[in-house]
């Protein structure tokens, strides 16, 4: 928590004030996500009742906590003993039996609404009252999850990113029922694992991926156009990006991204509408899902430890040119760059004002630790700032026949008028 400002600090400390301690917690559902959120809960001090319906599941979680553990013990982080003391304090099971224990469980099963609500269901009849229930939810709204809860005030949203003891954001959604105690216990809980937990409103996307959807939408309305996804990627990467869009896609799998892109879009038409040639759609449709399965923008082929490697691929750009109707487009690193970034920018600055994150250093802090955000620029908003919010109107005036996700917003042209800063519109504990 050193490297976090001390604003940052300040309102983490209020969270705690407010919040329940977690001595014991529960996870629901023994899955990659669910066996990373039960392993880092555990190595951190929080004993965990792993529940899930299938041994074979239940394995798959604890062997995926052995291998965590593993790697503690192999960077020195733990001894041998704690990673004994780490694993006996994880106990599987395939029954609610001591669920009426835990102080904090949290729900990771598919995303699936229905088998959410079944879940629910049956949680809210095992666990303690004061116990709040939280999910791990990534493209799901939480008022809609907790639709039928009888007690929607102590559910709330904390959405972990793959993999879990790797990445250090977490964001905690409150829903339009969720109590502030329920929050700040969610907070510090995930303060506890070792976590930056940044709280965010609900909304389609809630706050990273709806400004990842953004950017990667902007990417996609460039390759429309005729512009080649490798020049994109190559240009990011000058920006400082660790990778481009088009592999970041493949990284994270075609098929997923493609179904993240069309629900976030889904809620917000007039900025994010349909897109008829749609890149992702396309890989989607001929089955080349990224590195999970060797093809993607990029083919992949493994190096000798296992690694994919990646190489580029004739008949991707072949497959591309298919919704390229005006054919090949030459832009200039620098246009690529404005295009990409201004729709981040202007995606975040409506966040900002729709009250989604509480602050220009919240937002900024969940995008250097959910996406990789390029460090030495400080985030979207902090970049922006560094522009000067004329050249922001400048850059969206240049732009905005391209479609309403350039449109400057009232932010946007006050600043620019009265040449103020956006991290002192939007300051931290506010």
């Known amino acids: 928590m050193s490297s976090l400002s001390s604003e940052l600090q300040q309102v983490f400390k209020e969270h705690a004030d407010k919040a329940r301690p977690v001595r014991k917690a529960a996870v629901l559902g023994a899955g990659i996500m669910g066996g990373g959120i039960t392993i880092t809960s555990a190595a951190h001090g929080v004993p965990v009742l792993m529940k899930d319906i299938a041994e074979a599941q239940l394995e798959l979680g604890m062997n995926e906590a052995r291998r965590q553990v593993g790697r503690l013990v192999q960077k020195e982080k733990i001894t041998p003993e704690q990673a004994e003391e780490v694993m006996a304090s994880i106990d599987p099971t395939l029954e609610y039996l001591g669920f009426d224990q835990v102080d904090a469980v949290i729900e990771a099963v598919v995303e699936n609404l229905d088998l959410k609500h079944r879940v629910l269901d049956e949680l809210e009849n095992v666990v303690r009252d004061e116990a709040i229930i939280a999910t791990n939810t ?90 080649d996804f490798e020049h994109i990627d190559k240009s990011m990467e000058a920006f400082g990006w660790p990778m481009g869009p088009a592999y970041l896609e493949d990284v994270i799998g075609i098929d997923t991204g493609s179904h993240v892109s069309d629900v976030i879009s889904a809620g917000y038409p007039d900025r994010m509408p349909h897109i008829e040639n749609d890149a992702f759609r396309l ?42 109707p005006n054919g090949r487009k030459e832009l200039s690193v620098e246009e690529i760059q404005q295009r990409m970034m ?89």
């Open 138 to 227: 990534s493209s799901l709204r939480i008022d809609d999850i907790g639709q039928h809860m009888k007690h929607p005030e102590r559910f709330v949203g904390m959405h972990f990113f793959n993999p879990v003891p790797v990445m250090p954001l977490v964001e905690i959604i409150q829903g339009t029922k969720t109590r502030d105690e329920a929050v700040s216990t969610a907070v510090t809980w995930a303060l506890k694992m070792g976590k930056t937990p940044i709280v965010v409103q609900d909304c389609p996307g809630f706050l990273v991926n709806r400004i990842l959807t953004a950017y990667t939408r902007a990417f996609l309305e460039l390759v429309a156009e005729g512009v």
């Open 283 to 324: 890989m989607k449709s001929r089955d080349r899902l990224g590195q999970k399965n060797g093809k993607g923008f990029y083919d992949y082929t493994p190096d000798d430890s296992g690694r994919p490697q990646k190489h580029s691929s004739p008949e991707a750009h072949e497959l591309i040119r298919t919704i390229q």
């Open 342 to 430: 201004l729709a981040m920018i202007t995606e975040s600055v409506h966040c900002l004002e729709d009250r989604v994150v509480g602050s220009a250093e919240e937002l900024d802090t969940a995008l250097l630790m959910g996406v990789g955000f390029p460090r030495d620029k400080g985030g979207a908003i902090r970049y922006a700032d560094s522009l000067g919010a004329k050249a922001v109107l400048a850059q969206c005036e240049l732009y905005r026949h391209l479609g309403a996700q350039y449109e400057p917003t009232a932010t946007i042209r006050k600043l620019a008028e009265t040449d103020g800063s956006f991290y002192d519109e939007f300051p931290a504990g506010n």
